[in-house]
């Protein structure tokens, strides 16, 4: 009989997930920077917030989803 298996998913995807989250983190703390307040602050327009930052936690989400579908290889052929 098998050993009980705690996760339904092998470890390397757990590692992978995190890995992911991580991506996504990043993503979202690149859209961050001061707060524009009362006055107007023309950073809220900077090309980190509207493009890098999406593109970033974009990918994360897209890596998330690889790791969930990966399969790992067996020694067996």
């Known amino acids: ?11 390397i995807n757990l590692l992978l997930i995190a890995v992911g989250f991580a991506i996504i983190v990043l993503g979202f703390v690149l859209m961050t920077g001061e707060p524009s307040g009362v006055e107007f602050n023309p950073d809220i327009f900077s090309t980190r917030r509207i493009t890098v930052a999406p593109i970033v936690a974009l990918l994360g989400f897209a890596f998330v989803v690889f790791a969930i579908i990966y399969k790992p290889k067996t020694g067996k052929a």
Do not use: A, G, N
Request: proline share 9%.
């Open 1 to 11: 009989m098998e050993k009980d298996r705690v996760f339904t998913l092998p470890k």
